[in-house]
């Protein structure tokens, strides 16, 4: 495999960024060739070798690169500025990612603030690091659950590199838009113990002086300096303190100080951001830059991100490749939990793959213990243990041997007592990039067969020298996932309740591509379903259990009769009374699945046998009650393992091996954490394999901050999920703008909506004579007859040579609920234009983009229009029946109004897909297509019945006129509502 540049300088030129590979201290000097990424972001090698000029005191030191977030015609730099070791798998490294830089790609000038900041932030908290002060500052916060996901996001979080990249790589100016928000920091940093603001209340300290100015809060330093300002300071200056941080400090020693000063600058308008923009892209986009970068850079820094420059993660132990291997390491990695792929692909492009590191989302941790072999095997016991990263990692030869010197208390793992017998239990998990994203805003599966929350979690048993030829290596792999149907649940209820979608055929198909994908992975699949069997989770595990059975009737996974092994398990109810011992059931039904399976072995870096099926595990999230069953599988996986070295130890008395329980509840916390914004529920049990009462209101502390999570945080963190892995443009900014929410797009809309036109046309056309000649997906008012609802919805239109069908469709169950039918010859005007139904949001007030058309037609009285599927044999509804109806101009006049939708989804199109049409050019096509239809229609029946048609009807001619003008939008718009919103933007953005 070729080398990966483990370290780099990263320095600004005058033609853009340039990156040189540096060797590591002691190392000789490296061979690859430096790269240079210019002020447009393209990747190229540097034609000028620039290795013996002195960059030193202008450069970075970075340990790789995630890639290029390219957002509102700025590009930035990610690059890791903080990693730490945490294990050592075959003797290679692995790493997490504590730290990253963001470093605009806009000019020489902007880019060498951004790294002057950096060198100086990471050289202070070197400082603090040495002096103590870090744990001193992190011995005030005492939230017992912020021990996985970054220390280093707490109060430190407000100088970090992402403060500068926002002001100074967008503003050019020293900008009060570093302030902590909520957003990524409850998700990520803080761990949502009991949420952004409950977290300082029960906090004995309360609320610090970053806390309140985090909170938007007015503190006494504020309110000092607001008094001291003079009005020759206004927002367009620069005070000397902010005037040094926009040049670089004066005095290099005072560096560290001035940097500190840059959390206290004044804020900053959005309005401001757009200035210094050369091509300003989206408004809305723009806006919420500062608080991309922000989130970009807490979601990366989170210690959620694993890496390694010589051990693929990505893969188990038995499909590493051959260390021979020609190939880059990006190119052997696993598509599926590549999650830097899309924004590392410039440098894949242009051919630099010593510079592309894949990372991974996940969990990766390591334990080290001694068993005592006595001569009476039963009497085997753990004799001692290392949980410490350093300590495992000490515990290994090959760290020993290069210089590393154990402490007391791993001493005894290198202990060469013939009666003692050293061990290594690796666990590593590995979030698929597929359906990604948080709690309730993915949930099901999509129409590719990807559930959302799918995580392969691999538990590796090894001797502490990883020699398999010695020494035989096991590799037991477990898998779960969310109930692989279409399904959703409001995040704004404590126990919501699953809502379905799409049609049973729409489902079945998602439902068996999951599998096929599963089994041609993992072989054999076995389901342990844990939902409960009463309540509001019965159900989906009804439809769960009614779906795998019919799979199975039909043919199993693969057609051939391959079944799918399905186990409901109703855990709350069978443990109830916390009597979580009872999982004991669940096991020995598992076990005659787990012992035909059994698990991967490597005996001379030969696989003499490999795992032939997988447990599949869930719950309605699957992390707390699927961590318990996943890791007592777990245990008895390793228990057998160590039987076959005639080792017997029960992990589940054993206070020793106290040790396994902690690593897997370290696990459910990351996995939780990265998909809830919480640690796991059930840590207690799964820690200790005992539940008491100070569990439970944990886990009631917990729930709280996830129901916070799931309605504030994680909107706009779902949204940058999305457009970081590429699935989305960034127009889902805009999108979040408006609403304040992230849509889930689980299945392509593109056929989705040419499918509902085609099970319309199916329907509503019962003339065999009548022709389809177009349709189209529009957005109505869900009300009848009238401009502007409550709410939209989307319904389609239908066009032949006779008749316009207007179809309301039930989208969750793929049926049409009602339709109307109107003659073309009825049509009396139609007109197009601005169609603002909304003033709250940039968005909803572009009139280029919020454009419809209005259609009105002549009905006859006592006719009957509609016809409603009522899901019996009565499936007539007359208008007439109805009284006045809303906004009609005449009697028996009525109209029908339609917006266009948005040409593309923020969903990024896939390859071979042709550029859509803009809203303005949708409209006026289906215009035209209607009229140029009628008239054509009129024309013929005015042949066929030889009658000259009356003038006002020889032709119908599209009008430019507004439907809804946006002054008269604006009148319309209430105070409650423009209050409303402005309230929600300012909690949700």
């Known amino acids: 495999m070729p080398s990966l540049v483990r370290k780099l300088l990263i320095f600004a030129a005058v033609d853009g960024l340039v990156l040189q590979p540096a060797p590591p201290r002691n190392h000789p000097p490296a061979t690859q060739q430096a790269i240079k990424i210019d002020y447009k972001g393209n990747v190229s090698p540097l034609l000028k070798d620039r290795r013996e000029e002195d960059t030193t005191p202008v450069s970075l030191e970075a340990h790789g690169i995630i890639g290029l977030l390219k957002v509102a015609s700025v590009s930035f730099l990610i690059s890791i500025c903080g990693r730490e070791q945490v294990t050592q798998i075959r003797g290679k490294p692995i790493y997490v990612i504590t730290d990253v830089a963001l470093i605009p790609l806009s000019s020489q000038a902007e880019a060498d603030k951004v ?35 970054g220390d280093s996001l707490d109060e430190s979080v407000l100088d970090t590199p992402p403060k500068e990249v926002e002001t100074d790589a967008v503003t050019g100016q020293k900008a009060g838009l ?43 330093e504020d309110l000092a300096r607001k008094q001291a300002q003079t009005p020759s300071q206004s927002a367009e200056s620069l005070v000397p303190e902010e005037e040094e941080l926009a040049t670089g400090p004066k005095n290099p020693e005072d560096a560290p100080e001035a940097v500190k000063k840059q959390v206290d600058a004044p804020a900053v308008s959005p309005e401001e951001i757009p200035k210094a923009l050369a091509e300003p892209g989206d408004n809305s986009t723009v806006t919420l830059l500062p608080k ?35 190939l880059p390491l990006c190119q052997q990695y696993d598509p599926l939990f590549f999650w830097n792929h899309h924004i590392v692909s410039p440098f894949i492009e ?39 990263p350093e300590d495992v990692i000490a515990a290994q030869p090959e760290a020993a041997e290069s210089g590393s010197s154990p402490n007391t208390e791993c001493t005894a793992l290198l202990d060469q007592d013939p009666r003692k017998k050293d061990f290594l239990l690796t666990l590593i998990s590995r979030r698929s990039t597929k359906r990604a994203g948080l709690r309730y805003l993915r949930r099901g599966v999509d129409d590719e067969g990807h559930a959302a929350n799918s995580v392969e979690t691999e538990q590796i048993l090894s001797s502490p020298s990883w020699d398999s030829a010695q020494d035989r290596v096991y590799s037991f792999t477990q898998f779960r996932g969310s109930i692989p149907l279409f399904f959703s649940q409001s995040p704004y209820s404590l126990k919501p309740i699953p809502m379905f979608w799409g049609s049973p055929e729409t489902n079945a198909t998602a439902f068996k591509l999951h599998f096929a994908n599963l089994a041609a992975r993992y072989g054999n699949i076995q389901v342990a379903s844990l939902v409960d069997k009463h309540g509001s989770e019965s159900k989906i595990g009804e439809a769960f259990e009614k779906q795998a059975g ?34 004991s059931i669940l096991m020995n039904a598992l076990d005659k699945f787990m012992t035909s399976s059994g698990w991967t072995v490597l005996e001379g870096d030969t696989v003499v046998h490999r795992q032939s099926g997988v447990l599949r595990t869930n719950c309605m999230d699957c992390l707390d009650r699927t961590n ?167 319904a389609v239109l239908l066009l032949t040579e006779q008749a316009l069908y207007f179809c309301r469709l039930d989208w969750g169950t793929e049926k049409v609920r009602e339709f109307e039918r109107v003659d073309l010859e009825a049509l009396k005007a139609i007109w197009r234009g601005v169609y603002i139904t909304s003033t709250l949001a940039t968005r909803h007030m572009d009139e280029e983009r919020n454009v419809g058309f209005l259609i009105r037609y002549k009905t006859d009285t006592g006719k009957e229009l509609v016809r409603v599927n009522t899901r019996s044999l009565d499936s007539k509804k007359d208008n007439s029946k109805k009284g006045k109806q809303k906004q009609t101009e005449d009697d028996g006049v009525k109209f029908l109004a339609f917006k266009a939708l948005p040409p593309q989804s923020s969903i990024a199109a896939g390859e071979g897909v042709d550029v859509p049409v803009s809203e303005v050019q949708m409209v006026k096509g ?26 006002s009807e020889k032709g119908l001619v599209v009008e430019e006129k507004d439907v809804i003008s946006l002054a008269n939008a604006k009148k319309s718009t209430g105070y409650f509502e423009q209050l409303g919103y402005s309230l929600k933007r300012l909690v949700w953005a």
Request: with cysteine; glycine share 8%.
């Open 926 to 951: 289906v215009c035209e297509e209607i009229a140029r239809v009628a008239n054509k229609t009129r024309k013929i029946t005015s042949v066929t019945e030889s009658v000259e048609a009356p003038d």
């Open 292 to 326: 991309i970068l922000r989130t970009t850079k807490l979601y990366f820094g989170s210690r959620n991100f694993y890496f390694s420059y010589e051990y693929d993660l990505s893969r188990g132990l038995g499909g590493q490749a051959s260390s021979a291997s020609s």
């Open 550 to 583: 019919t799979l199975d009737s039909n043919g199993g996974i693969d057609g051939k009769g391959t079944q799918l092994g399905f186990e409901w398990f109703d855990f709350h109810n069978i443990c109830r009374g916390m009597r979580f011992e009872n999982i």
């Open 628 to 794: 318990v069953v996943q890791s007592a599988c777990a245990r008895t996986a390793l228990e057998n393992q160590l039987a076959a070295h005639s080792i017997f130890i029960d992990l589940q008395t054993d206070p020793s091996t106290a040790w396994f329980n902690t690593l897997w509840a370290d696990n459910g916390d990351a996995i939780s954490k990265q998909y809830a914004g919480t640690a796991a529920l059930k840590g207690d049990f799964t820690r200790t394999r005992h539940r008491n009462i100070s569990g439970a209101l944990t886990d009631f502390g917990l729930t709280l901050s996830r129901y916070y999570n799931n309605i504030v945080n994680d909107y706009f963190a779902q949204a940058l999920i999305d457009y970081l892995l590429g699935r989305a443009t960034d127009s889902i900014f805009s999108e979040f703008e408006a609403d304040m929410k992230a849509q889930d797009y689980f299945v392509d809309l593109r056929k989705v909506r040419q499918a509902a036109i085609e099970r319309c046309a199916g329907i509503v056309i019962e003339n065999e004579n009548e022709n389809l000649i177009s349709g189209w997906t529009l957005s109505c008012p869900s009300e009848p007859n009238t401009l502007r609802s409550g709410t939209f919805e989307e």
């Open 350 to 388: 242009a051919g630099q793959h010593n510079f592309v590191l894949p990372v991974l989302q996940g969990f990766v941790g390591q334990r080290a213990f001694t068993v005592n072999v006595s001569d009476d095997s039963s009497n085997s016991a753990v004799v001692s243990s290392a949980s410490k």
């Open 115 to 149: 790294i002057t900041a950096t060198k100086e932030h990471l050289q202070r908290h070197s400082k603090l690091a040495e002096s103590g002060a870090e744990e001193q500052s992190e011995s005030d916060d005492d939230d017992a659950t912020q021990s996985i996901a």
């Open 178 to 220: 570093d302030k902590k928000t909520s957003v990524a920091e409850d998700v990520i940093g803080k761990k949502g113990a009991y949420g952004r603001f409950a977290a300082r209340w029960f906090s004995k300290k309360g609320w610090s002086t970053e806390g309140r100015r985090m909170q938007g809060m007015s503190s006494e």
